[in-house]
């Protein structure tokens, strides 16, 4: 399991460690890991051209102690200081006495300079901020975070990638205002405080306030990438370019990024929520933890890897019979909709439980049949329901989904089940023991206006966790919030991340797929918020499955991987 703590978590323990270590170990632990996975991925380390991105903080004092490891190590080592009056002092005599370069912010002709360098790098390493950033980058940063991504060079984020909110995830939107280029002080300039920022381009071509991607990052040849070491995690992908259609990224003539866009991240003593979750998880890249002997309270969020869904997955017994293993109430499908209830049910038939029981219209009811004749169809008893995939939202629908809170079992609630919940409120979900419910982002939208609480699908997807938190404590249920990253939270405070996934996910029909997996494992007898942490794992690794070699899927084919997608989780 990989665990996350806040930024609050980890200063708290960074400073107990701190008061019985002797100055600096800290840092140095986590520079001496940075250096190794650095000389790692640069293979041959004599000779290599690395270039340090370096803020006002601790997180450029690390990228500066790990630039010194490699020049004892034989590594041509430039040295971009943002913010040259406040560069971390010891550290930077450290890189200056082992032979590194250290080129100001505030230097003539920087920007060239350091684009230059930048552009010809083989390893940038992004000591902008860590822990202590606030808001997207500010110039030069920025403009400096989108030369690297247009380099040949692996980009390895200092503890995170500068730009992302080490807490959510979220990556800032540019401060408005078109003139949004270097000034040539850095971040020492008067112009530097977070917000809207006006400076004079220095050595910055073509910047002219219009929108556009910036250009795909060529692969490092004759640099180990980042792809083959799989082995750091089980999430993220190696040299990535700004995604289709990423909003929060680029601007000028791609310019000027608000959060540097990593290859790998080391981060040090423990993961940081916005590691696990999306954009700030696509922004990491491949994530490796470094161990700095911190010791933290409990998580804020947790990501399941294949031992804790293996462990809590069901196994039937020895004498177990179907009804035994546990039954589920398929309350989906109408007329107009009869496809979610085929697909709902085809997932649940190989969720776990030894029976799935479709309840609804007739002529749905024969559709699943003639798919599936393992089902039962008709009233009958159950040990949990899944309600709403297809449910319609008329008459007949309210009427289902009333009996359905009312029969004294778990219930998932999808879909035009969860339209329904928000119109009824809260109150609705007080006679179900253990609800579990599974929005999409608009979903959550409605549900939260069911609260009373207005915000959009754009706020809900910047604000993934927190609004999970929100609706699992406002409907005193589980909330499993799909998405990008999918997170689960329950209404006493847990809190996970889902690491699997695929964007070949985003086909319709495959949330129908989610509700069946986890409607099954329900019914078998799992807690609310074990059923989604493992429904969405398998759902996120059958999706992998069913999409592999990039060719896309159909939701049923995510169903039929599902068995494989169990089989490679009890594998490990
Ligand atoms: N505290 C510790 O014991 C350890 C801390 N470590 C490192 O220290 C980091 C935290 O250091 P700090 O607390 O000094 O904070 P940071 O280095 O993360 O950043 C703080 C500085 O960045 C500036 N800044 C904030 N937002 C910015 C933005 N959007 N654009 C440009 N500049 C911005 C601030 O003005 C401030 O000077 C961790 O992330 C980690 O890398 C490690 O050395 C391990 C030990
Ligand atoms: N970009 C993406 N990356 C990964 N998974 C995604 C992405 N977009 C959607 N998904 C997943 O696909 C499923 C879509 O579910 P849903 O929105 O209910 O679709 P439908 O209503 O068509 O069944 C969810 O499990 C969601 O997490
Ligand atoms: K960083």
Redesign the pocket.
């Known amino acids: 399991m990989r665990e996350a703590h806040s930024v609050e978590q980890v200063?708290a323990a960074?400073a107990a460690?701190?008061a019985v270590l002797p100055g600096g170990a800290?840092?140095q632990?986590?520079?001496a890991g940075l250096a190794a996975t650095c000389a790692g991925l640069l293979g041959r380390v004599p000779g290599s051209r690395v270039v340090l991105l370096v803020?006002?903080?601790?997180?450029?004092?690390?990228a500066l102690f790990a630039g010194e490891r490699l020049a004892r190590r034989g590594s041509r080592v430039d040295a971009l200081l943002?913010?040259p009056k406040?560069a971390h002092t010891a550290g930077l005599a450290a890189l200056r006495a082992a032979g590194g370069r250290i080129h100001p912010a505030d230097a003539p002709g920087f920007l060239a300079d350091a684009q230059a360098l930048v552009g010809g790098a083989d390893l940038v390493l992004d000591?902008?901020?860590?822990?202590?950033?606030?808001?997207?980058?500010?110039p030069p940063?920025d403009v400096l975070a989108a030369a690297a991504a247009r380099s040949r060079a692996l980009v390895v984020a200092?503890?995170?990638p500068?730009?992302i909110d080490a807490d959510t995830g979220a990556v800032a939107a540019p401060p408005p205002g078109p003139d949004r280029a270097a000034g040539p002080a850095g971040?020492d300039a008067p112009g530097?405080a977070?917000g809207p920022v006006a400076g004079a381009a220095e050595a910055v071509e073509g910047v002219g306030g219009a929108w556009h991607e910036a250009p795909p990052r060529p692969a490092g040849p004759g640099l180990p990438g980042a792809a083959a070491r799989g082995d750091l995690t089980a999430h993220g992908t190696a040299a990535q370019a700004p995604a289709e259609g990423d909003a929060h990224a680029v601007f000028g003539t791609g310019m000027a990024l608000t959060a540097v866009r990593a290859d790998v991240t080391v981060t040090?003593?423990t993961y940081k929520p916005g590691l696990l979750v999306d954009p700030g998880a696509e922004y990491a890249g491949v994530v490796e933890l470094v161990g700095?002997g911190l010791t933290p309270p409990a998580p804020v969020l947790r990501a399941a890897q294949h031992a804790d869904v293996a462990r809590l997955l069901p196994v039937p017994a020895r004498e177990s019979d179907k009804y035994a293993r546990g039954v589920l109430g398929l309350v989906a499908g109408s007329e107009r909709y009869p496809g979610a209830a085929v697909l709902a049910t085809g997932a649940a038939l190989r969720g776990g439980a030894g029976a799935v029981r479709y309840v609804g219209p007739r002529p749905v009811g024969d559709a699943v049949l003639a798919a599936h004749p393992e089902v039962l169809v008709g009233d009958g008893r159950v040990q949990a329901y899944a309600v709403g995939a297809g449910l319609d939202t008329g008459s007949e629908a309210r009427a289902r989904l009333a009996t359905v809170l009312d029969a004294g079992v778990p219930v998932l609630v999808d879909a035009d089940g969860l339209t329904l919940l928000a119109e009824l409120g809260k109150s609705a979900l007080a006679r179900v023991p253990g609800a579990l419910l599974t929005p999409h982002a608009g979903e959550a939208v409605r549900l939260l206006a069911g609260l009373g609480l207005a915000t959009t699908r754009a706020d809900v997807e910047a604000e993934r966790l927190a609004t999970a938190a929100e609706l699992a404590a406002g409907y005193g249920a589980t909330v499993l919030l799909k998405g990008s990253t999918t997170v689960i939270a329950d209404p006493y405070g847990e809190t996970w991340a889902n690491p699997t996934g695929t964007p070949y996910l985003a086909t319709a029909g495959s949330g129908d797929v989610l509700t069946g997996l986890a409607g099954a494992l329900l019914a078998t007898g799992l807690r609310p918020v074990d059923a989604a942490v493992c429904a969405a794992y398998l759902h996120g690794l059958a999706g992998r499955l069913a999409s592999a070699d990039g060719v896309p899927c159909a939701a049923s084919d995510v169903a039929a991987a599902a068995p494989r997608a169990w089989a490679e989780v009890r594998r490990a």
């Open positions: 200063r960074e460690l701190m800290l840092m632990r986590a520079a803020g006002s903080g601790d997180n450029g004092g690390d943002l913010a406040r000591g902008i901020v860590g822990i202590g950033g606030r808001g997207a980058l500010r940063a200092v503890d995170l500068s730009g971040l530097a977070p040090f003593g700095i």
